[in-house]
């Protein structure tokens, strides 16, 4: 329960009294308060600064230190006081949240020690409040950022047994980590210098020889070029080889940016090694050389900054294409305009608007190549409204997208970070609060297994249970809830049951009993005898039939399916659970906190109805109209004790 | 004869316009004397409330708020709508503490008339002195909507129906469709269960 509003909860008790009136049955009885002691003052020292608080303040949350029974190892008996060698500064914040329910970061406290300090006292830090949430995340992350970094330099001086393959991927990643892996980084980097200076001096005219005209140096020695490429190929293919080998995920390897530049880096020699002979694709073969080019953008292993660029330009896309589309418009809106201001004068260079964008494109950008020029005097006028234009399209946007590469790059990694924020801590508050109404169900599950315990007698169980003590508030809340289970006749239920519920009655052949029936028999009785109305046999269903008939006369009480945290397990259909449970006598859940309990029980022969005795479980089974009236000794106590929840009996 | 206690001590004025009334409530021995509490119990009821409610005055929205978290499964805003019209005596749309405080003495301290006396103020909406069927029938939606979606057995909407049903062939002895004072009285005081189930909270505070 949302314990700050814990002060509520007598008036929500006392409001209760709106359905006494209403309500058919008896209510429970209400947990007894047996600290009838007055509210007292308590005093925490912390490292010699006096805190005083009510001792209720500090019971509001009691799954924390202060709250909880802990502080008894605290208590100090000759000062009559609780002392804790702890901060006291941060401690404020701590005795804060118990006294407004809110939790606050002081800015000034170092991160990890408030973080210390929360966890010594028992609280989640994520009940901070919004007001102070984003600077406590923000700089815990870079808290863990620094620690990673720590962590990374940690790493690469001690070595971790990884097997061949794994140090040659981080040698590729890393390259400072080994001498190998530096030697490596440094001539694969010389490769692709040499390999791009190659391309270029490929075509720079050499010295003319006497007899024939300048030849491009590529052509003179094709040679020395050609075994050039080829080594610079090798290099590179060897090295995409062991990259490729050394890739943890290689399907995601070869998905990635830079295997795909090496892949395109080096597939043009492989093309024209097996394209020489043939002679019309030579042609094509010469443009695909065009794509070595790309070589150098293996630079960006090799240097951060490029990397960097990339990622911007890539998570700018949206705001360069809207520039982009923009220029786009303003092109042709002016081609057209001049390319019709032009159509009248002769010998004009506007041939068509296709023509008129590369006067626009040079105009707008202020370059001015000047080969093409409007002759017309309205041509001129607005090649003029084109080149003005064109210094506002061009340069305002400009810095906008500088500037919006930095604020949106920010902006998106904050709205990430908040959204991841929000769902985690909206996850662990709604688990905190759907642990309010678990607890509820729990504590009922709880008490039915003691009843039952109570009614057989055996210990065997006593062990597995792990019998929570529950405080008083909670008890006293759980207490509300059953009162409104009562008024209503109807019982609060976890999800996942209601939907077993639901599954069930749709496959019912049998109708369930509408309430009205029962109701108009204005008895407690059958009011809450709707409960034990599971114990009536079902003629049926046949599932049981078949398990119990050849029992014999041994019965079986019911496998008290207690409360299971795998969902797995709520899918499997009842039938399982029956079969399962005559196999073994006890089944674990995954989670461990189920136990699944037959109790087996010799036939008291005077309560049997029916002679064939039918043994269901105590689950959810829908109400169905009892063919004869229940046994009646069971019935009288369970009306006179009239507190308990839910009776399991004996068939 | 109803007394104003307490009086609006300053209202914080924003762009001009009074936006919150913070409320002190009357001294503690006046409250002793109208109320059947304690020194001390008023002090801890004081505490808890002023807590909750700085200003002094809880309005319905905070009231329907505060009575929403004991009832995580279902919807609980109608039902305390209703006890908010309750609580709220002086009908001036908020709670302060001497009417939360003087409502909480009938409810816990009171004599059984009184408790009953405020239980049917609570189901005539209307105040008129009747409950009628509608008025019931929407009171006893707003205690089934507390129930929520996952209940055994499966809710059906006609449950409240037939709860307001035998309700009425309990409480309407003339059979005139309305429930008075008289006729709710005499019932529930010959009624054995809800005579034990009116004292439950009475060690509460």
Same mark, same amino acid.
């Given at each position: ?523 407690? +009785?059958?009011?809450?005898? =709707? ?7 079902? #003629?049926?269903? $046949?599932?049981? /039939? @078949?398990? !119990? ?66 043994? +269901?479980?105590?689950?959810? =089974? ?7 009236? #229940?046994?009646? $000794?069971?019935? /009288? @106590?369970? !009306? ?12 | ?205």
């Amino acid at each position: 329960m949302a314990t700050g509003v814990a002060a509520w909860l007598p008036f929500a008790r006392a409001a209760a009294i709106g359905w006494m009136p209403v309500a058919n049955c008896p209510m429970p009885i209400a947990p007894r308060d047996n600290s009838k002691k007055q509210d007292e003052l308590i005093i925490l020292n912390v490292s010699g600064r006096r805190f005083q608080t009510w001792r209720t303040t500090l019971d509001r949350y009691p799954d924390t230190l202060l709250g909880s029974s802990e502080k008894d190892f605290f208590y100090n008996e000759e000062t009559k006081e609780y002392f804790f060698d702890r901060d006291p500064d941060a401690f404020r914040s701590i005795l804060n949240f118990y006294r407004t329910g809110k939790l606050h970061y002081p800015r000034h406290e170092c991160i990890s020690a408030y973080d210390e300090e929360l966890t010594f006292f028992g609280i989640i830090p994520e009940i901070i409040g919004d007001c102070c949430y984003e600077e406590y995340k923000d700089r815990k992350r870079e808290n863990l950022e620094r620690l990673q970094d720590d962590q990374e330099e940690n790493m690469d001086l001690k070595m971790p047994n990884m097997n061949f393959r794994e140090t040659m991927w981080r040698a590729f990643e890393n390259p400072h980590t080994s001498t190998m892996a530096l030697v490596f980084y440094y001539v694969t980097g010389f490769f692709i210098a040499v390999s791009v200076i190659t391309n270029v001096v490929e075509t720079v005219p050499c010295g003319a020889t006497a007899n024939q005209k300048d030849m491009p140096c590529g052509e003179r020695y094709t040679v020395a070029f050609f075994c050039m490429d080829t080594a610079c190929v090798m290099i590179f293919t060897v090295e995409y080889l062991l990259r490729l080998f050394a890739a943890p995920s290689r399907y995601r390897f070869m998905r990635s940016v830079m295997s795909i530049i090496d892949v395109v880096a080096i597939l043009p020699y492989y093309i024209g090694l097996v394209m020489t002979n043939n002679e019309d694709v030579s042609g094509a073969f010469v443009t695909l050389r065009v794509f070595r080019v790309f070589r150098i953008f293996k630079f960006s292993r090799h240097s951060q900054g490029l990397r960097i660029l990339g990622y911007t330009l890539k998570s700018c896309a949206s705001e360069l294409g809207f520039l982009l589309f923009s220029l786009t418009m303003a092109i042709i809106i002016f081609a057209t305009v001049m390319f019709y201001a032009e159509k009248g004068s002769s010998s004009s260079k506007f041939t068509s608007i296709p023509a008129s964008f590369w006067y626009t494109i040079v105009t707008m950008t202020t370059l001015g190549y000047g080969d093409m020029v409007p002759k017309t005097i309205a041509g001129k006028i607005f090649g003029s409204i084109c080149s003005l234009s064109g210094v506002l399209v061009i340069a305002l946007p400009v810095p906008v997208i500088v500037s919006n590469f930095s604020r949106i790059y920010h902006q998106n990694q904050r709205a990430d970070k908040r959204r991841a924020q929000k769902k985690a801590r909206l996850t662990r508050i709604r688990i905190a609060k759907s642990g309010s109404a678990n607890a509820f169900l729990q504590s009922k599950r709880n008490g039915l297994l003691n009843e039952l315990l109570e009614l057989t007698g055996t210990e065997e169980d006593e062990q597995k249970l792990t019998q929570k003590s529950i405080s008083l508030l909670e008890s006293q809340h759980h207490h509300l809830l059953h009162c409104l289970e009562k008024t209503t006749a109807h019982e609060f239920v976890d999800e996942q049951i209601y939907e077993q519920n639901c599954l069930e009655t749709a496959l019912q052949t049998y109708p369930s009993r509408s309430p009205s029936v029962s109701s108009h028999d204005s008895s407690t +009785r059958t009011c809450c005898s =709707r409960k034990r109305k599971r114990n009536v046999p079902l #003629p049926n269903t $046949s599932l049981p /039939t @078949t398990h !119990s008939t050849h029992q014999g006369p041994l019965q079986e009480l019911s496998a008290i399916h207690i409360q299971c945290g795998d969902p797995l397990s709520h899918t499997a259909s009842r039938s399982n659970l029956n079969l399962k449970t005559d196999e073994s006598s006890r089944i674990n859940c995954k989670s461990g906190r189920i136990t699944t309990a037959i109790i087996s029980l010799p036939t008291p022969p005077a309560l049997t109805p029916d002679g064939d005795g039918l043994h +269901r479980p105590p689950q959810r =089974r829908p109400p169905q109209p009892p063919s004869h009236p #229940p046994p009646l $000794s069971i019935q /009288t @106590t369970t !009306s006179s004790a009239g507190a308990n929840i839910v009776k399991v009996s004996a068939l | 004869s109803k007394q104003v206690l307490g009086h609006a001590l300053w209202s914080i004025v924003e762009d001009g316009e009074l936006s919150t009334v913070c409320y002190r409530p009357e001294g503690l021995d006046r409250l002793v004397q109208q109320t059947k509490f304690s020194k001390k119990e008023l002090q801890v009821l004081y505490r808890g409330f002023k807590n909750e409610c700085p200003s002094g005055v809880v309005n319905e929205e905070t009231f329907k708020s505060i009575y929403s978290q004991f009832f995580p499964q279902g919807d609980s805003s109608m039902y305390a709508h209703f006890l908010f019209e309750a609580f709220d005596t002086q009908n001036n749309g908020s709670v302060s503490f001497e009417d939360f405080v003087i409502s909480l003495s009938i409810i816990l301290r009171g004599s059984i008339t009184d408790k009953l006396n405020w239980a049917f103020n609570l189901y005539d909406i209307n105040k008129d002195g009747c409950i009628t069927r509608e008025e019931m029938t929407e009171i006893m939606h707003s205690i089934y909507d507390m129930m929520g979606k996952y209940t055994y057995p499966h809710m059906k909407d006609s449950a409240p129906k037939e709860h307001v049903d035998s309700f009425f062939q309990k409480m309407d002895k003339n059979n005139d469709g309305v429930v008075t004072m008289d006729e709710f009285l005499e019932t529930c005081q010959k009624d054995e269960n809800i005579m034990q189930s009116m004292h439950m909270f009475d060690n509460v505070i």
